[in-house]
Nanobody, 127 residues
Framework: QVQLVESGGGLVQAGGALRLSCADS????????LGWFRQAPGKQREFVAR????????YYADSVKGRFTISRDNAKNTVYLQMGSLKPEDTAVYYC????????????????????WGQGTQVTVSS
């Protein structure tokens, strides 16, 4: 069983940085690919980034490429999202998710490929 808990959200000024963390208390963390998604008010949940089982491959949405970095520490059962050069349009609830759908493939961006989700953490970027 995978149980994901996000942390690290908050209020930051435009141009600032935040690091989100997502920890799993289960024993099978390292067998899942992991993703970050976000959902702004009135909008659909959208893909942000994904990292494969080994951490060797990563994929990003165009809107965050070059500003966000996803990483994982399998020894700590934790996935991270380092966010920089934040913009007001990055404001959203951020969710981490675990996927067994082809866990070696980085370009898996659809929500139905992810079986387990965290509760979300709010990120607000002020202008």
């Amino acid at each position: 069983q995978v149980q994901l808990v996000e942390s690290g959200g908050g209020l930051v000024q435009a141009g600032g940085a935040l690091r989100l963390s997502c920890a799993d208390s289960g024993r099978t963390f390292r067998s899942y690919a992991l993703g970050w998604f976000r959902q702004a008010p009135g909008k659909q949940r959208e893909f942000v980034a994904r990292i494969t089982v080994s951490g060797g491959s990563k994929y990003y949405a165009d809107s965050v490429k070059g500003r966000f970095t996803i990483s994982r520490d399998n020894a700590k059962n934790t996935v991270y999202l380092q966010m920089g050069s934040l913009k007001p349009e990055d404001t959203a609830v951020y969710y981490c998710a675990a996927s067994r759908f082809d866990p070696t493939m980085p370009m898996v961006t659809w929500t139905s490929a992810y079986a387990y989700w965290g509760q979300g953490t709010q990120v607000t970027v002020s202008s």
